[in-house]
């Protein structure tokens, strides 16, 4: 007599990856609320670097909402074509620099509270952009000619980071991921 035989669920699927993180370095696991995000481990301080890849409209969002920032300040100062060029470079320039910085960052000093290691990816992201992106058009300054550099470069930034907070929540909230 013929039997069916049926496998048992894999072990990572049953359980959640959130019991190993010690062991894996103290690494941390994205997850999203019940079900995981990701099968990937990386860096608490990466966690915003790492979103865009899996919610690439955030990024663009963001860049959309920093540019419209810059646009504000330099209005007349620099054409908006290069304007977009500037805006897009330093952004790729933060983004490498700030995921391999976010990378060296130890997962001890974030706090080991799910929504506050978010929080905290996302405030050390947003940080580090605004240090990278402020100095990278710092040494261009007098070619450039941008008005109130700090400031735009702040509020670009603290918007642009809202901007990718509220995308992935409302992708996660509706299950709609772009990757």
């Known amino acids: 007599m013929p039997m069916s035989i049926k496998s048992p669920e894999p072990l990572a699927l049953a359980v959640s990856l959130s019991r190993f993180t010690s062991r894996v370095g103290g690494r941390s696991v994205f997850f999203v609320k019940r079900y995981m995000f990701a099968d990937v ?9 790492v979103m865009n890849l899996f919610v690439p409209l955030s990024a663009v969002l963001a860049l959309a909402t920093e540019f419209g920032v810059y646009v504000y300040f330099q209005r007349g100062i ?5 304007l977009f060029l500037i805006v897009f470079g330093v952004n790729i320039f933060s983004w490498l620099v700030g995921a391999f910085l976010s990378c060296l960052v130890p997962d001890r000093f974030f706090p080991h509270l799910p929504a506050v290691y978010a929080l905290a990816g996302y405030s ?3 940080f580090v952009s605004i240090v990278l992106e402020y100095f990278g058009l710092w040494i261009f300054r007098r070619r450039l000619a941008f008005r109130r550099l700090g400031l735009c470069v702040t509020i670009a930034n ?4 809202i901007v990718i907070w509220i995308t992935v929540c409302l992708c996660e909230h509706f299950h709609i991921f772009m990757y």
């Not at 620099?78 to 290069?82: E, K, P, Q, T, Y």
């Open 78 to 82: 620099i054409s908006l074509w290069r």
């Open 124 to 126: 050390w992201a947003c």
């Open 41 to 49: 481990i990386f860096p608490a301080a990466a966690g915003a670097y």
């Open 158 to 161: 603290v918007a642009g980071y």
